[in-house]
């Protein structure tokens, strides 16, 4: 009798749940499976959805078969299951640098530093993915978790593979078709969310406004950034910022690397006051020039720093470089640590920061056999360390009304609306594309940072893809490089620092549509409309269904995104002297000449060193300023030349506000609608919806201009 009871409890307790789902945003389904962990991504990150975006996007019907839904708590692990058609592809699970298609992948979510393998180790593991079918779900567990990616095949799967026979069958396969992803939390319950479509693109909108839509940087964000040597002086510094604008180049932001601090690491989060003795003055000298500090930190805090010993009783079992590890979950931490950073930093005026270190490698972080006084498992802090360092120092800036863009090295789901952008010390310019893809699967902003190169080439190469990303930078705290150290290239540096001064307001305005809409202002191909859809090309040969493997390695494009609503990217690296683009359906016109180029097609381009190949769509409109070496001020009216690509009528929604406080927050911001169309006689006229009465209006003269003649 007592064996049967064991045997029927065992039983039911393996049985697959069923899931409930209830609606909690317009097209967001959410159910629970067990006895999900207080302490989840969305906890930590403290995201709220943005309702009114999520209401205007609206409803959208339950987008995958419920029943093929299952869910089992088994020895506390939570098992999951989601189904999988023939030609699905998946998109997402977190920061990949190698590869975009996700179909066929065992990856083990994991917030790491990347090691040159996309095996789920990496600076943002999001678990969320995002199906071609168009929909996207989401794991919300700060754990680590194993993710099947359509690899695994379950006896009594409803669409199991063939069996093959190696002995005679030339196409046995050691991957056999897989027709579900599945997921093992290791946690007795897990919340699970699903995004509605219709479109991939509209599933990732709807992720980022349930996180509160993306960040929205202040436009000096959107400028140029040094990080100057690690131990420069604040003469040094300022002497930098001379030459920079001696030689005409645009410099937004100063970024001081470790030795700004009197200690590093650990650190102590004070100046040190021999390369610093005078910081706030320091600032304003700065702030006089047109130039913001940026400051480097990790958080482990050293025995010499005054907060010390406030801190310890809330700190880590373990230390990290010998220094102590907040547990930024507790208030009392939250108040000693990020007090100090007000203090010496935020107040004083310092623009932002960049959080290294919170991601890992494993024998440095602390280990998973840390304890925390919060009682929060080592794991889910790791999880999680960067999301919380990212909320709370921007909550600093809430309080000064000033906004902030900053550098953070983890992140996870949650995190969205985080005015930050991840980076990394790993250096493939290849590598570094693919990441600035993914960044748009994963809901964060990457940096392809240029540090250093070998040649002029890889120099101006790595130059071209950092000024088309979110956040153009060179980070010389070890090479002590500047933007005119390869003297060949320096002109056309130059030019390329200035076309990104140019396009400031087509990305500010990008970037409102992150904000306000969720979408990613760069992002991967596979987002985007028409992409692959009629390729006149033997692209799509391979059968999906009979190798989703083969397609997942061999078929991806993953050196070429979209930068905004309009452009697309095509980088070359050091070596390359031609490429092929894919263009999706639809006229394709040349960014510099506004000719021609393509529809649905490959073409290949062979441009000179001084040209990133960069397509627009047609109808495509793109504001310019004029060019300048520092971000217009708030309230500074700066003239806009609207360029036209092609015959369709175009329309854009230029974005308009302060630039720089929280105000948008209460809808003291503008979205301006242009017009642009070609006349009988071939000519165009333009027209700009009139100013809000009572909104920031930074629009001066517009002028448009008719590049496809
Ligand atoms: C690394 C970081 C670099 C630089 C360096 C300074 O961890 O990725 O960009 O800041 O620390 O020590």
Known sequence: MKTLFFVLLTVTLASAQTLTWQPVQPGIWKATVGKPEAYNLLTASGAMPNIVALTKLGQTTFPLPKLAISARVIDGKTYLRFPLNRTEQLYGFGLNFQTVHQRGRILNLHVDHYGGTDNGRTHAPTPFYVSSDGYGVFINSARYMTVYAGTAVRKDSPDPPVS???????????????????????????????????????????YNLFNGGGCLPPRWGLGFQQRVPKLYTAGEVQAEAD?????????????????????????????DKTRFPDPKGFLTTMLNKGVRANLWLNPYVSPSASIFSAIS???????????????????????????????????PGVSGYKIDEVDGYDWWLWPD??????GHAAEQMRQTYGLLMQQHSLALYKQQNRRTFGLIRASNGGGSSFPYVIYNDYYKHQDFITALIN?????????????????????????????????????????????????DVSQEVQELALLRMRMMPYWYSEFANYHF??????????????????????????????????????????????????????????????????????????????ELVGNGQQITVTPGLDRIPVFVKDGGLIPLMPAR???????????????????????YRLYDDDGETFNY?????????????KQPNGRISGTISPPEPGKPNTIGTVTFMQMTK
Request: glycine fraction near 8%; proline fraction near 8%.
């Open 313 to 347: 009783p809330f700190t880590a079992s373990h230390t990290v470089w010998t220094g102590q590890v907040p547990d930024l979950t507790l208030p009392q931490a939250q108040r000693i640590f990020f007090g100090q950073l007000a203090k010496d930093g935020v107040v």
């Open 439 to 487: 960044s748009s699967f994963a809901g964060v902003l990457w940096t392809p940072e240029v540090r250093s190169s070998d040649s002029s080439e890889e120099w101006i190469r790595r130059f071209q893809t950092v000024v088309f990303s979110p956040l153009a930078m060179i980070n010389a705290w070890d090479s002590g490089a500047k933007p005119w150290s390869f003297a």
């Open 665 to 677: 927050e209460k809808g003291q911001y503008s979205f301006r609608t242009i017009r642009v169309s």
């Open 243 to 271: 030459a920079f604008e001696h030689k005409g180049f645009p410099l937004d932001v100063v970024g001081l690397e470790p030795g700004w601090q009197s200690k590093s690491y650990p650190c102590t989060f004070e100046w």
């Open 164 to 206: 093959q026979d190696r002995n005679t069958d030339k196409s046995w396969t050691s991957r056999p078709y897989s027709d579900a992803v599945e997921i093992l939390v290791p946690a007795a319950g897990v919340e699970i969310y699903v995004f509605g479509g219709p479109k991939p693109l509209d599933v990732v909108r709807r």
């Open 517 to 594: 809409d969720g979408t990613p202002p760069f992002r991967a191909m596979n987002l985007e409309e028409g992409f692959r859809a009629d390729v006149k090309h033997e692209l799509l040969t391979t059968s999906l269904e009979k190798n989703p493997y083969a397609e997942a390695v061999r078929q991806e494009i993953k050196d070429q995104y979209m930068a905004g609503e309009y452009l697309l990217v095509a980088p070359l690296f050091a070596g390359q002297k031609s490429r092929t683009v894919t263009l999706p359906t639809g006229n394709w016109y040349d960014f510099y000449t506004g």
């Open 629 to 651: 070496l520092h971000a217009p001020k708030p309230g500074e009216v700066v003239p806009i030349e609207i360029r036209y690509y092609g015959s369709k009528p175009g329309t």
């Open 369 to 374: 056999v840390a304890t925390f006084p919060s």
